[in-house]
C-alpha cells in the first residue's frame, strides 16, 4: 500500500513514528499521524488545516488531544456513558494521578512495541492507513496524498476525529476546502 502513497503522505507517516518516538509511546496513533500533519506546509492537507483549524486555534487543538490522552484516550461519549452508569472519568483520573503521577493512564511507556528498530503502529492508526486508500479510491485519485489521511482521521470515529469536528475539522468541511 505504501507504494501508493505520496511524498508528502510519506513524510506524515514518517513524521508520525517520529512523534511516537519523541513522547514515548509504546506505538503510533492516530494521535501521532494528526500531530505529523500539523507540521506539514506546502501540502494539501496543510492547506487544508490552515483554512479550518488556522495557527491560532492549534494550541487548543493539541491542549485538547493532551487532555484526552490524560483520560487513557476515553472520548467524550465514553465519558459520557460512563456517566450515565455513575462512573465519574475525572475522578478516577485525578485518584489515579494523585497516586502514580500525571499522565499515567496515558499508557506511554518507552521502548515497548518497537521491533527491528521501528515503531509499530497501533489497530486504530493502521485503520487510518487503511481508510485513506478507500478515500483516495472513493474520490477516484491514483495515489494516496496526505489529504487522504487527513480525511481519513476525520471519519474514523474516536478522540482524533471528535477534536478535529470540535475544531471544525470534519469530512464535509476538509472536501470543501480542498
Known amino acids: 500500500m505504501f507504494e501508493r502513497f505520496t511524498k508528502a503522505a510519506r513524510a506524515v507517516v514518517k513524521g508520525a513514528a517520529e512523534h511516537a518516538e519523541r513522547g514515548g509511546a509504546a506505538v503510533v496513533t492516530p494521535e501521532h499521524l494528526l500531530l505529523a500533519l500539523l507540521d506539514r506546509e506546502d501540502t494539501r492537507a496543510a492547506a487544508a488545516l ?25 472520548s467524550r461519549a465514553d465519558t459520557e456513558a460512563l456517566a450515565g452508569l455513575g462512573i465519574d472519568v475525572g475522578a478516577i483520573v485525578a485518584r489515579v494521578e494523585e497516586a502514580h503521577g500525571a499522565g499515567a493512564l496515558a499508557g506511554d511507556r518507552k521502548d515497548e512495541g ?7 503502529f497501533s489497530p486504530e492508526a493502521k485503520g487510518v492507513l487503511e481508510k485513506s486508500l478507500r478515500v483516495a479510491l472513493a474520490r477516484k485519485d491514483r495515489e494516496i ?22 475544531h471544525g475539522v470534519t469530512y464535509a468541511a476538509v472536501d470543501t476546502a480542498l
Request: charged share 30%; glycine share 12%.
Open 50 to 74: 490552515g483554512r479550518l483549524c488556522p495557527a491560532e486555534r492549534r494550541p487548543s487543538l493539541c491542549a485538547a488531544l493532551s487532555d484526552a490522552r490524560r483520560r487513557a484516550g476515553l
Open 114 to 120: 518497537r521491533w527491528s528498530g521501528r515503531r509499530t
Open 145 to 166: 496524498g496526505d489529504e487522504h489521511l487527513l480525511l481519513a482521521l476525520t471519519t474514523t470515529g474516536g478522540v482524533v476525529a471528535e477534536v478535529l469536528a470540535d
